[in-house]
């Protein structure tokens, strides 16, 4: 039976998983209600003495905003009893904190460590700058879903396949006939290197398939466009990876991500790309267009040429992944710390 409950040490204090096999959905209506009775269940506690804790939400691999948290605060507060001011919580996407009425704080570094992925590829000791550009674009899309078949499907009406590394539906989920109708006549799933990758291969990859296109499409975990998906801006190791890879970086993910990935200090490239335009824009199948046609004129020119023009501005990006991967663990560490102790 899954674990999402633990009780510190000191007796005063429950962590609680709500990341952990709870959907979106299921936070964001009432589905979440039996599980967390469950969860207190194992441990002899109901709800009625949920009052006498503090909680601390440490949302750790998933894009769980404060929205999506208030339901389960309202229940707690209402029903249980439990003061505001006993939540704690540590979100992993870029959240507001300064508007909440509970203790929190916003970590969008912390999926840098998620599956260990940079220590596995810092193991092959990777000549970056000597790597042979075989493609024109590299898109890793392992989760089918409709917004990402559309997204597959106008890539596809501007390059050749065999221009693209590409990816869709590696995660072994048999997806709908519309999802596979919307990328044919391309068979499903669309293979680079073997037909299921699961959590554990996805981030310790034995090749070097992936790295060898100039540009990177991330397309990031939250969407407006698909059901049960996060929503906020949740920057994910998809982010960090191809920074990492030292490729040209473009998006498409919710509004905004661009710009909290420059803010971190990362050169996204403006001059190059047109000053990620699309990441104001609101509606996401306008925004999946710009992001399609953004690419497609950039890779007009040589673009092999262009990233030994700006190598140097890869190699940093690669140098502050190198640098966050390092340090960041301390905040994340001294937080929860705080957080357990308040």
């Known amino acids: 039976m899954i674990s999402r409950l633990r009780l510190h040490d000191n007796g005063r204090v429950l962590y609680y998983d709500a990341w952990r096999n709870i959907t979106a959905q299921e936070l964001r209506s009432d589905g979440f209600v039996p599980l967390l009775e469950q969860d207190l269940g194992q441990h002899k506690l109901s709800l009625n003495d949920a009052r006498d804790y503090i909680w601390v939400f440490d949302l750790k ?90 997204l597959a499907k106008r890539l596809l009406s501007k390059f050749r396949a065999d221009a693209l590394i590409m990816t869709f539906g590696t995660n072994g989920v048999e ?102 335009s699309y990441d104001d824009t609101q509606d996401p199948w306008v925004r999946m267009t710009q992001v399609v046609q953004l690419i497609h004129r950039v890779s007009q020119q040589d673009m092999v040429a262009l990233r030994q023009q700006h190598w140097n501005r890869l190699q940093a990006n690669a140098q502050l992944i190198d640098y966050i991967h390092a340090t960041a663990i301390v905040r994340h560490t001294q937080v929860l710390e705080e957080f357990s102790h308040a």
């Open 61 to 150: 691999p998933e894009g769980i905003d404060a929205g999506d948290m208030q339901g389960m605060f309202a229940l707690l507060c209402q029903r249980s009893q439990v003061p505001v001011e006993n939540f704690r919580v540590i979100f992993s996407c870029v959240e507001q904190i300064d508007r909440l009425p509970y203790r929190s704080t916003s970590l969008p570094d912390r999926l840098i460590y998620n599956g260990n992925w940079y220590d596995h590829l810092r193991h092959y000791r990777i000549d970056w700058a000597g790597l042979p550009m075989t493609h024109r674009l590299t898109c890793l899309m392992r989760r089918p879903s409709i917004g990402r078949a559309n």
């Open 175 to 276: 997806p709908s006939d519309d999802i596979k109708q919307l990328i044919w006549p391309q068979p499903y799933p669309m293979i680079v290197d073997r037909p299921m990758a699961d959590q554990v291969f996805q981030h310790r990859i034995d090749h070097d398939f992936f790295y060898r296109a100039p540009v990177n499409l991330v397309v990031e975990s939250s969407s407006q466009i698909d059901p049960n998906t996060w929503r906020s801006i949740f920057i994910t190791e998809k982010t960090f990876k191809a920074l990492a890879w030292h490729q040209f970086p473009v998006w498409y993910a919710v509004p905004g991500l661009v710009a909290q990935v420059r803010s971190m200090g990362f050169d996204v490239f403006d001059d190059v790309f047109d000053n990620h």
